[in-house]
């Protein structure tokens, strides 16, 4: 297992989120741009985990399924650390978009992942 990349992936993954969603949050408001969050998540943990996993050469899905993994552990750690907590998060985005979300945050690294094993077969 490389774990240095998953948790570099995870890191990365949710700075390049943060970075792209919480200024249009903040201008535009919840209702602008909670609609693009969910596919946000998906196709930034499918690019992060392609680019995060091309030189990896073995079980590449596990990594992927772990970047998105602790990804989004990290974000439910901010979640909590936010000042109106989980729930206020969860009552931004509603109950079935936040599990949504987080499944597809989870779902586009595996995408990511597999998409590298099937371009760059494994090497023995």
């Known amino acids: 297992m490389r774990w240095g990349r998953i948790i570099a992936g995870a890191f990365l993954l949710e700075l390049l989120l943060i970075i792209a969603l919480v200024p249009p949050l903040q201008l535009l408001g919840p209702e602008r741009v909670i609609p693009f969050a969910s596919p946000a998540v ?3 943990g499918f690019g992060v985990a392609w680019w995060i996993l091309r030189k990896v050469s073995h079980r590449r ?4 399924a772990l970047i998105g993994t602790f ?3 990290i974000y439910l750690l901010m979640c909590l ?3 109106s907590g989980l729930r206020g998060v969860v009552a931004m985005y509603g109950t079935v978009m936040f599990i949504v979300g987080n499944g597809l945050r989870i779902l586009g690294c595996v995408a990511g992942a597999y998409a590298v094993q099937v371009r760059r077969p494994a090497q023995n």
């Open 42 to 44: 998906l196709i930034f």
């Open 61 to 64: 899905v596990l990594h992927g």
């Open 71 to 73: 990804a989004t552990a």
């Open 81 to 83: 650390a936010n000042p």
